[in-house]
């Protein structure tokens, strides 16, 4: 008996310890999507602009990030209230302090250590104020904890720069202009501890109150809203975000929402570092453009004004030449609702600015940056993939108007001149001779005529606006844009099989080389990247680009020769004539948009294998999970989505044709949740790193040889099974029947 007690003693206490393992074991969460973001992927840039650890909510208005030169800078100025602008300066600065000794400053120069950002949340200890921080964003809302070690008394410094602060015991009011421009921010703050003392001081520009607080009082909350239109309205926005000081609860609430857009798109297999590297792009692709509305109203930068939104929330900071190309596309499939509202969001910036589709919009209206006018092309990419709740007339108009009425000189707002009615009468955009001085007033002193990059980007924009066109039914216009639309036959040299400047006397500028004429960023020719780049920018008619560069394999060899053809000088010459043009294999630059869609070029040739092996090549060289994991200007969404894209294992060449060229997936699974609760889903049989060759495709269970898809078979949910290999198998969508549509698709 007493042997039986005690075996049945030694099987429950072995069982109670199995169970407690078991226990142990799922008690080991697994990894949501926002664990694996890591903000500081390319924090410190190869040679211009880093990324920035940005804190916010998805789309969100409130936006900050630590404020220093890069990841590598010492200190931090201040703590951060609100960014105007991505890449903009923030509004207001926030200085916690100890003791009197660094009263003296409106911001206060910090040592950090202990850094730690996600999406949603930012910590750090200020070594010389002896202070833990921790910020939590909402949407139009945000809150500090600080922890104040040490004896000294508590204090804290809040700063407006050339506008205004006041205070009523512990409720703040403030407001600062944004960046001397239109419109103003406005600041309403509220603290968890009722100061003993507050008093405002002048500093220079800056407008500071100084808030002091019992020597007791060692941890302080301060919540406050921020808006557009007025102090009471920033006021309501924190009152309808954030009801208590509970920060976690807050934190919980961020998370949850990051989780919720990540989530759109669930990936399975492979490292956890193309994991880090996906989510992150994705987490990028949804800082801009921000949700501006606030309780159904607006400011608008375009007019000055305040306006009802009736519904439809205002979407603005969305530079359009780096986010058409894929971040754009990107929503169109994982989050079209929000795509419409930025949709509608361009549409009225034109109404309430000379009727004109913007460039480069922003808090304080249209900054007309860059080059072409391609919110058209955003707005035919949706119209096409069947996101049509918008004013198509409408739209065609201010679109129409962008490139009709508007000067094409780069980073100019002036209306039509010389230059333009030149590209009206000839087809092209002219180039100055070597030598000659610039006398046009709308062109740009340092940012030149681009003319070959202006030719290009205009006769793509006249395609989407044909069709856009063709679409209302509008068969003259339709007629007529499409037709100009193939005017880059007009600055291709028949013998170089280049894309080269002429000048107005139809001349092609001489001498000519492709990797380094053209200036600081080749712009008296190109833009940012020289010629080897702007040889493949005819997205709308690649089929065409190929008869004209001698068929299928000689546009295939002048392929492999740009990723042959090296620097032919020192780094730091030539990266002092093109610092945009970053991420060099040969004359391929991964740092710049223009070169997203080069490597799914070898598709259109029937060769679709050498995509596979490039995009898989590109990915691991270039995108990484550490400080210098992206190797060009990232633009706020542009170059990360087409992260996304390339990870998942297809790409949309040509933005406004609704198909998508197929690439060389990197996960076993990937799982898109599309509109109307369906699913589609990516799956690799054979998968392993190394297997990144198709040898077969299956869709929805039929044999699919097309190195191609249209946007519907992703829109209607459905199973894309790839059959991977170690081996190219070149047989596979090699077929001129077989190659992605150009131009249009045929039935």
Known sequence: MKNKRFILSVILVAAIFILGLLGGCSAVKEKEPVDYVNPYMGNISHL????????????????????????????????PVFLTGHRANHAFSMSPSQGESSLSQPVINYDYDNEKITPYSYRAYLDNVSTDIYYVPSYQSAMYKFEYEGEGTPCLIISSEKGEVAVQNNSVSAWQPISDSIGKVYLYLETDCAPVDNTVKEFGDYRSLIMQFKTSDREIKVRYGISLISVEQAKRNLRREIVNYDIDSLAVSGRDAWNEVLGKIE???????????FYTSLYRVYERPVNISEDGKYFSGFDGQVHEDNGIPFYTDDWIWDTYRATHPLRVIIDSKKEIDIVNSLVRMA?????????????TGDTHRMNGNHGVAVVLDCYEKGLRNFDLGKAYE??????????????????????????????????????????VPEVHGFERRQPVAVTLGTVYDEWCLGNLARHMGND??????????????????????????????????????????????????YCENNGWIYRWDVPHNINDLIMMMGGRESFIGELEKMYDTPLGKAKYKFYTELPDHTGNVGMFSMGNEPAFHIPYLYNYAGEPWRTQKRIRSLLTQWFRDD???????????????????????????????????????????????????????IICRNYAP???????????????NKSWFHHDDLAQGGEFEFIMGKRPNKQWASAVDEIPPSFEIKN
């Open 398 to 439: 201010v679109c129409k108007n962008a490139i009709t009425e508007k000067t094409l000189a780069p980073w100019s707002d002036k209306k039509v001149g010389n230059l333009d009615k030149f590209f009206e009468e000839n087809g092209y955009f002219p180039a100055l001779d070597n030598g000659e001085e610039e006398t």
């Open 476 to 525: 003259k216009d339709a007629a007529y844009f499409l037709d100009r639309s193939y005017n880059y036959r007009k600055v291709f040299h028949p013998n170089t099989k280049f894309f080269h400047p002429k000048n107005s006397n139809g001349d092609f500028i001489e001498p000519f080389d492709y990797r380094y004429s053209g200036g600081l960023g080749a712009r008296g020719a």
């Open 267 to 277: 990936v399975k297999g492979s490292s956890e570092e193309d994991k880090a590297v």
């Open 351 to 363: 109404e309430q600015n000379d009727d004109a589709m913007p460039t480069f919009p922003d808090f």
């Open 48 to 79: 211009l602009v880093p990324t920035y650890p940005t804190v916010h909510l998805p789309n969100g208005m409130m936006r900050i990030h630590p404020l220093r030169k890069d990841y590598t800078g010492n200190k931090v100025k201040g703590l």
């Open 690 to 704: 190394e297997n990144k060759y198709i040898q077969s495709v299956r869709l929805n269970g039929k044999e699919w």
């Open 627 to 681: 400080l210098m994991g992206m190797p060009g200007d990232e633009d706020g969404g542009g170059m990360s989505a087409f992260v996304v894209f390339s990870q998942l294992g297809f790409y949309p060449v040509t933005p406004g044709l609704p198909i998508y060229v197929i690439g060389s997936p990197v996960f076993k699974e990937a799982v898109l949740h599309v509109d109307n609760n369906k699913v589609f889903r």
